[in-house]
Protein backbone atom coordinates (compact mmCIF):
# COMPACT_ATOMS: atom_id res chain seq x y z
CA UNK A 1 0.00 0.00 0.00
CA UNK A 2 2.40 2.90 0.71
CA UNK A 3 5.05 1.28 -1.97
CA UNK A 4 2.04 2.09 -4.21
CA UNK A 5 1.52 5.43 -2.35
CA UNK A 6 4.60 7.53 -3.09
CA UNK A 7 6.25 5.47 -5.98
CA UNK A 8 3.35 5.20 -8.41
CA UNK A 9 1.63 7.85 -10.24
CA UNK A 10 -2.09 8.64 -9.34
CA UNK A 11 -4.70 7.59 -11.53
CA UNK A 12 -7.39 10.04 -10.00
CA UNK A 13 -5.81 13.28 -8.76
CA UNK A 14 -3.83 15.22 -11.91
CA UNK A 15 -0.52 16.14 -12.13
CA UNK A 16 -1.17 19.89 -11.48
CA UNK A 17 -2.82 19.29 -8.21
CA UNK A 18 -0.12 17.02 -6.93
CA UNK A 19 2.48 19.71 -7.14
CA UNK A 20 0.36 22.78 -6.22
CA UNK A 21 -0.55 20.41 -3.52
CA UNK A 22 3.01 19.51 -2.72
CA UNK A 23 4.31 23.30 -2.97
CA UNK A 24 1.87 24.36 -0.51
CA UNK A 25 3.03 21.53 1.54
CA UNK A 26 6.36 22.11 1.45
CA UNK A 27 5.48 26.36 1.87
CA UNK A 28 3.87 24.97 4.95
CA UNK A 29 6.60 22.69 6.33
CA UNK A 30 9.43 25.37 6.01
CA UNK A 31 7.47 28.50 7.53
CA UNK A 32 6.67 25.70 10.50
CA UNK A 33 10.29 24.60 10.58
CA UNK A 34 11.61 28.09 10.31
CA UNK A 35 9.50 29.15 13.28
CA UNK A 36 10.43 26.52 15.50
CA UNK A 37 14.14 27.13 14.47
CA UNK A 38 13.38 30.98 15.52
CA UNK A 39 11.61 30.26 18.85
CA UNK A 40 14.47 27.62 20.17
CA UNK A 41 16.83 30.12 19.34
CA UNK A 42 14.71 33.26 21.39
CA UNK A 43 15.74 34.20 24.87
CA UNK A 44 12.83 33.50 26.53
CA UNK A 45 13.37 29.27 25.30
CA UNK A 46 16.90 29.61 26.46
CA UNK A 47 15.79 30.85 29.95
CA UNK A 48 12.79 28.87 30.57
CA UNK A 49 14.59 26.29 32.12
CA UNK A 50 15.90 26.82 35.59
CA UNK A 51 18.84 25.74 35.05
CA UNK A 52 19.80 28.60 32.72
CA UNK A 53 17.58 31.05 33.87
CA UNK A 54 19.63 30.43 37.65
CA UNK A 55 23.04 29.96 36.53
CA UNK A 56 24.29 31.09 33.28
CA UNK A 57 21.64 33.93 32.35
CA UNK A 58 21.99 36.17 35.63
CA UNK A 59 26.28 36.29 35.03
CA UNK A 60 24.89 37.67 31.42
CA UNK A 61 23.24 40.51 32.83
CA UNK A 62 26.60 41.56 34.74
CA UNK A 63 28.52 41.91 31.59
CA UNK A 64 28.71 44.62 28.65
CA UNK A 65 27.24 42.24 26.35
CA UNK A 66 23.90 42.73 27.97
CA UNK A 67 23.80 46.30 29.14
CA UNK A 68 26.11 49.29 27.71
CA UNK A 69 26.22 52.79 26.73
CA UNK A 70 25.33 51.95 22.97
CA UNK A 71 22.34 49.75 23.75
CA UNK A 72 23.90 47.06 21.67
CA UNK A 73 22.99 43.52 23.33
CA UNK A 74 23.91 39.74 22.60
CA UNK A 75 21.63 37.35 23.19
CA UNK A 76 22.44 33.78 23.94
CA UNK A 77 22.00 32.21 20.68
CA UNK A 78 24.22 35.36 19.17
CA UNK A 79 26.98 33.28 20.90
CA UNK A 80 25.81 30.13 21.31
CA UNK A 81 24.09 29.33 17.47
CA UNK A 82 26.02 29.13 14.63
CA UNK A 83 24.85 31.67 11.95
CA UNK A 84 25.38 29.43 9.23
CA UNK A 85 22.61 26.87 8.09
CA UNK A 86 24.34 24.05 8.12
CA UNK A 87 25.91 24.38 11.19
CA UNK A 88 22.71 25.90 12.66
CA UNK A 89 21.30 22.33 12.12
CA UNK A 90 23.97 20.46 13.11
CA UNK A 91 23.80 22.66 16.42
CA UNK A 92 20.52 21.88 17.31
CA UNK A 93 21.25 17.93 17.08
CA UNK A 94 23.90 18.67 19.55
CA UNK A 95 21.43 20.41 21.65
CA UNK A 96 19.03 17.34 21.98
CA UNK A 97 22.15 16.55 24.78
CA UNK A 98 21.31 19.05 26.96
CA UNK A 99 18.14 18.70 26.88
CA UNK A 100 18.42 15.12 27.79
CA UNK A 101 20.47 16.46 31.04
CA UNK A 102 17.79 18.91 31.77
CA UNK A 103 15.13 16.33 31.52
CA UNK A 104 16.94 14.03 33.87
CA UNK A 105 18.56 16.33 36.14
CA UNK A 106 21.75 15.80 35.27
CA UNK A 107 22.76 20.00 35.94
CA UNK A 108 19.31 20.67 38.02
CA UNK A 109 20.73 22.16 41.10
CA UNK A 110 23.25 24.43 41.54
CA UNK A 111 25.50 22.19 43.34
CA UNK A 112 25.35 19.89 39.87
CA UNK A 113 26.03 22.60 37.63
CA UNK A 114 29.02 23.97 39.13
CA UNK A 115 30.48 20.18 39.06
CA UNK A 116 29.81 20.11 35.32
CA UNK A 117 30.60 23.51 34.68
CA UNK A 118 34.20 22.77 33.40
CA UNK A 119 33.07 20.39 31.04
CA UNK A 120 30.42 22.36 29.89
CA UNK A 121 32.51 25.56 29.15
CA UNK A 122 35.24 23.40 27.59
CA UNK A 123 32.64 22.05 25.52
CA UNK A 124 31.90 25.50 23.93
CA UNK A 125 35.85 26.91 24.20
CA UNK A 126 36.52 23.73 21.91
CA UNK A 127 33.75 24.21 19.69
CA UNK A 128 34.55 28.27 19.04
CA UNK A 129 38.10 27.20 18.73
CA UNK A 130 37.13 25.06 15.68
CA UNK A 131 35.57 27.70 13.80
CA UNK A 132 37.75 30.16 14.52
CA UNK A 133 35.11 32.50 16.88
CA UNK A 134 32.90 32.70 14.16
CA UNK A 135 29.56 33.89 15.90
CA UNK A 136 31.84 36.82 17.84
CA UNK A 137 32.78 38.13 14.41
CA UNK A 138 29.75 38.37 13.16
CA UNK A 139 29.79 41.60 14.96
CA UNK A 140 33.72 41.90 16.09
CA UNK A 141 36.14 41.56 12.63
CA UNK A 142 39.80 42.44 12.97
CA UNK A 143 39.66 44.34 9.20
CA UNK A 144 37.08 47.06 10.85
CA UNK A 145 39.02 47.22 13.85
CA UNK A 146 40.40 50.43 14.94
CA UNK A 147 43.15 49.55 16.44
CA UNK A 148 44.84 53.17 16.72
CA UNK A 149 42.01 53.98 19.11
CA UNK A 150 42.68 51.36 21.79
CA UNK A 151 44.90 51.69 24.52
CA UNK A 152 48.64 50.95 24.09
CA UNK A 153 48.42 48.06 25.70
CA UNK A 154 45.02 46.73 23.92
CA UNK A 155 46.25 47.53 20.61
CA UNK A 156 49.59 45.36 21.17
CA UNK A 157 47.91 42.58 22.35
CA UNK A 158 45.14 43.21 19.28
CA UNK A 159 47.34 43.92 16.32
CA UNK A 160 49.21 40.79 17.51
CA UNK A 161 45.98 38.44 17.50
CA UNK A 162 45.10 40.28 14.24
CA UNK A 163 48.40 39.06 12.72
CA UNK A 164 47.86 35.38 13.59
CA UNK A 165 43.91 35.40 13.33
CA UNK A 166 43.71 34.08 16.69
CA UNK A 167 40.11 32.54 17.68
CA UNK A 168 38.47 35.41 19.94
CA UNK A 169 37.82 33.02 22.94
CA UNK A 170 41.67 32.14 23.02
CA UNK A 171 41.72 35.37 24.98
CA UNK A 172 37.91 35.91 26.23
CA UNK A 173 37.06 33.09 28.08
CA UNK A 174 34.89 34.54 31.20
CA UNK A 175 33.91 37.24 29.31
CA UNK A 176 30.26 36.72 29.19
CA UNK A 177 30.13 34.07 31.84
CA UNK A 178 31.99 33.34 35.04
CA UNK A 179 35.15 31.08 34.60
CA UNK A 180 34.63 27.67 36.38
CA UNK A 181 36.48 27.22 39.27
CA UNK A 182 39.57 24.86 39.03
CA UNK A 183 40.71 22.93 42.55
CA UNK A 184 44.67 22.03 41.84
CA UNK A 185 45.29 19.19 40.62
CA UNK A 186 48.80 16.94 41.60
CA UNK A 187 50.80 16.65 38.48
CA UNK A 188 51.43 13.62 38.37
CA UNK A 189 54.32 14.27 35.37
CA UNK A 190 55.91 16.37 37.68
CA UNK A 191 56.03 12.99 40.04
CA UNK A 192 57.06 10.97 37.44
CA UNK A 193 60.19 13.47 37.27
CA UNK A 194 60.80 13.16 40.62
CA UNK A 195 61.04 9.55 40.59
CA UNK A 196 63.66 9.48 37.63
CA UNK A 197 65.57 12.23 39.70
CA UNK A 198 65.67 9.58 42.51
CA UNK A 199 67.19 6.90 40.75
CA UNK A 200 69.44 9.12 39.04
CA UNK A 201 72.90 8.42 40.53
CA UNK A 202 75.13 11.71 40.81
CA UNK A 203 79.23 12.27 41.81
CA UNK A 204 80.65 14.34 43.47
CA UNK A 205 82.15 17.33 41.27
CA UNK A 206 79.13 17.67 39.39
CA UNK A 207 76.64 20.11 38.27
CA UNK A 208 73.11 19.38 38.69
CA UNK A 209 69.44 20.79 38.77
CA UNK A 210 67.26 20.35 41.55
CA UNK A 211 63.46 19.28 40.50
CA UNK A 212 61.80 20.29 43.37
CA UNK A 213 61.83 22.45 46.41
CA UNK A 214 63.30 20.79 49.54
CA UNK A 215 65.02 21.68 52.58
CA UNK A 216 68.66 22.88 53.13
CA UNK A 217 70.32 21.35 56.25
CA UNK A 218 73.35 22.79 58.31
CA UNK A 219 74.75 19.48 58.78
CA UNK A 220 75.13 16.22 57.31
CA UNK A 221 72.86 14.51 59.91
CA UNK A 222 70.10 16.30 58.35
CA UNK A 223 69.12 18.05 61.25
CA UNK A 224 69.61 21.77 61.17
CA UNK A 225 67.52 23.20 58.43
CA UNK A 226 68.63 26.66 57.30
CA UNK A 227 66.14 27.37 53.96
CA UNK A 228 65.04 25.86 50.98
CA UNK A 229 66.36 24.95 47.64
CA UNK A 230 64.16 26.20 44.91
CA UNK A 231 63.24 24.35 41.36
CA UNK A 232 65.71 24.04 38.79
CA UNK A 233 68.42 25.54 41.11
CA UNK A 234 71.60 24.64 39.64
CA UNK A 235 73.96 22.93 41.99
CA UNK A 236 77.46 21.32 42.11
CA UNK A 237 77.94 18.10 44.62
CA UNK A 238 81.25 18.17 46.66
CA UNK A 239 80.61 15.52 49.23
CA UNK A 240 78.45 12.81 50.28
CA UNK A 241 77.54 11.08 53.22
CA UNK A 242 75.57 7.80 53.58
CA UNK A 243 71.77 9.57 52.53
CA UNK A 244 73.04 13.11 52.23
CA UNK A 245 74.87 15.47 50.12
CA UNK A 246 76.53 18.86 50.21
CA UNK A 247 76.20 21.11 47.67
CA UNK A 248 77.82 24.08 46.83
CA UNK A 249 75.90 27.10 44.79
CA UNK A 250 77.07 30.62 43.69
CA UNK A 251 74.18 32.70 43.37
CA UNK A 252 72.76 36.44 43.81
CA UNK A 253 71.62 38.28 46.40
CA UNK A 254 70.80 42.05 47.29
CA UNK A 255 72.62 43.64 49.66
CA UNK A 256 70.09 44.91 51.83
CA UNK A 257 68.57 43.79 54.88
CA UNK A 258 68.63 40.09 55.81
CA UNK A 259 69.79 39.00 52.38
CA UNK A 260 68.24 35.77 52.77
CA UNK A 261 66.79 35.50 49.31
CA UNK A 262 69.12 33.80 47.18
CA UNK A 263 69.07 34.99 43.09
CA UNK A 264 69.46 32.81 40.11
CA UNK A 265 70.99 36.26 38.29
CA UNK A 266 72.62 39.63 38.16
CA UNK A 267 69.46 42.20 38.87
CA UNK A 268 66.87 39.61 37.69
CA UNK A 269 64.38 38.79 40.46
CA UNK A 270 65.02 34.60 40.23
CA UNK A 271 64.56 32.85 43.27
CA UNK A 272 66.97 30.30 43.54
CA UNK A 273 67.03 29.67 47.31
CA UNK A 274 65.72 30.77 50.54
CA UNK A 275 67.86 31.04 53.69
CA UNK A 276 66.64 31.32 57.03
CA UNK A 277 66.65 34.76 58.87
CA UNK A 278 69.17 34.09 61.32
CA UNK A 279 71.04 31.68 59.16
CA UNK A 280 71.19 34.72 56.47
CA UNK A 281 72.32 37.35 59.37
CA UNK A 282 75.02 35.36 60.65
CA UNK A 283 76.44 33.39 57.29
CA UNK A 284 80.06 34.22 56.00
CA UNK A 285 79.23 34.19 52.50
CA UNK A 286 82.04 34.17 49.93
CA UNK A 287 81.54 37.18 47.96
CA UNK A 288 82.75 36.78 44.60
CA UNK A 289 81.49 40.01 43.01
CA UNK A 290 79.63 43.14 43.78
CA UNK A 291 77.79 45.45 41.18
CA UNK A 292 75.23 48.02 41.52
CA UNK A 293 72.18 48.09 39.19
CA UNK A 294 71.81 51.77 37.61
CA UNK A 295 68.32 51.29 37.27
CA UNK A 296 67.63 50.69 41.53
CA UNK A 297 70.78 51.27 43.03
CA UNK A 298 70.96 48.91 45.10
CA UNK A 299 74.06 46.58 45.29
CA UNK A 300 74.09 42.71 44.30
CA UNK A 301 76.24 40.31 45.38
CA UNK A 302 77.47 37.18 44.06
CA UNK A 303 77.92 34.73 46.38
CA UNK A 304 78.87 31.21 47.05
CA UNK A 305 77.72 29.30 49.55
CA UNK A 306 77.48 25.40 50.88
CA UNK A 307 74.34 23.14 52.37
CA UNK A 308 73.73 19.62 53.00
CA UNK A 309 70.58 17.71 51.02
CA UNK A 310 68.96 14.81 51.55
CA UNK A 311 70.10 12.31 48.35
CA UNK A 312 67.98 11.88 45.43
CA UNK A 313 66.15 15.02 43.51
CA UNK A 314 68.51 16.37 41.48
CA UNK A 315 68.93 15.73 37.97
CA UNK A 316 72.43 16.31 35.35
CA UNK A 317 69.30 17.60 32.24
CA UNK A 318 67.84 20.31 32.84
CA UNK A 319 65.44 19.50 29.84
CA UNK A 320 63.28 17.06 31.27
CA UNK A 321 62.25 19.91 33.75
CA UNK A 322 61.60 22.52 31.07
CA UNK A 323 59.44 19.83 28.91
CA UNK A 324 56.87 19.45 32.07
CA UNK A 325 57.05 23.02 32.43
CA UNK A 326 56.13 23.64 28.88
CA UNK A 327 53.49 21.40 28.88
CA UNK A 328 52.05 22.27 31.98
CA UNK A 329 52.24 26.09 30.62
CA UNK A 330 50.35 25.45 27.75
CA UNK A 331 47.80 23.28 29.06
CA UNK A 332 47.27 25.15 32.42
CA UNK A 333 47.34 28.64 31.08
CA UNK A 334 44.96 28.52 28.06
CA UNK A 335 42.14 28.21 30.12
CA UNK A 336 40.86 31.57 30.17
CA UNK A 337 42.96 33.03 27.57
CA UNK A 338 45.94 32.15 24.71
CA UNK A 339 49.33 32.08 26.53
CA UNK A 340 51.81 34.56 25.84
CA UNK A 341 54.86 33.55 24.51
CA UNK A 342 57.69 33.18 26.90
CA UNK A 343 59.97 35.52 25.80
CA UNK A 344 57.37 38.25 25.49
CA UNK A 345 58.16 39.61 28.91
CA UNK A 346 61.24 40.11 30.92
CA UNK A 347 62.15 38.28 33.85
CA UNK A 348 61.30 40.85 36.50
CA UNK A 349 57.75 41.26 35.15
CA UNK A 350 56.95 37.39 34.60
CA UNK A 351 56.27 36.68 38.56
CA UNK A 352 53.40 39.66 38.80
CA UNK A 353 51.99 38.35 35.28
CA UNK A 354 51.86 34.88 36.12
CA UNK A 355 50.43 35.42 39.42
CA UNK A 356 47.50 37.16 38.05
CA UNK A 357 47.16 33.87 35.22
CA UNK A 358 47.78 31.00 37.72
CA UNK A 359 44.51 31.54 39.96
CA UNK A 360 42.59 30.32 37.01
CA UNK A 361 44.15 27.12 36.40
CA UNK A 362 44.81 23.88 38.32
CA UNK A 363 48.95 24.08 38.89
CA UNK A 364 49.50 23.03 42.30
CA UNK A 365 52.46 24.88 44.39
CA UNK A 366 55.16 22.92 42.87
CA UNK A 367 54.40 22.84 38.99
CA UNK A 368 53.63 26.75 39.46
CA UNK A 369 56.70 27.44 40.62
CA UNK A 370 58.38 25.07 37.58
CA UNK A 371 56.53 27.07 35.10
CA UNK A 372 57.36 30.57 36.87
CA UNK A 373 61.31 29.85 36.51
CA UNK A 374 60.49 28.04 33.45
CA UNK A 375 59.26 31.06 32.11
CA UNK A 376 61.76 33.31 33.26
CA UNK A 377 64.57 31.75 32.17
CA UNK A 378 63.39 31.70 28.46
CA UNK A 379 62.05 35.17 29.03
CA UNK A 380 63.57 38.18 26.58
CA UNK A 381 66.20 38.54 28.76
CA UNK A 382 67.39 35.05 28.10
CA UNK A 383 66.68 34.76 24.11
CA UNK A 384 70.24 35.16 22.90
CA UNK A 385 71.73 33.20 25.91
CA UNK A 386 70.83 29.38 25.48
CA UNK A 387 73.41 28.30 28.07
CA UNK A 388 71.46 30.23 30.63
CA UNK A 389 69.08 27.84 30.84
Known sequence: ??????????????????????????????????????????????????????????????????????????????CHVPHNFT???????????????????????????????????????????ANGSKECRACH?????????????????????????????????GIAHQLPVVESIRNEDLDKLLTSANKESTAVNHEYYNVLPQTLYLDESLSEPIGTLEVATEVRIIDKKGDAEQIEYELWRKNKGYGRVLYGAYSLNMVSAILDKEVAQNSEFNIVETKEDPLTGLEWQRVKGTAWIEKGGLMADITPIWEVANASYTKGCSTCHIQPDTEHYDTNTWPGLFAGMVGFTNMDEDTSKVVLKYLQLHSMDFKNNQSAR
Request: aromatic share 10%; hydrophobic share 40%; net charge neutral.
Open 141 to 173: DYEHMAFEKMDIMAEMEMRGAASRNTSCIECHK
Open 1 to 78: MLYNLFLKPSMRIGLGVLVTGGFIAGIIFWNAFDAGLKATNSEAFCISCHTMADNVYPELQQTVHFRNRTGVRAYCSD
Open 87 to 129: DKIARKVQASREVWAHLTGDIGTREKFLDKRLVLAQREWDRLN
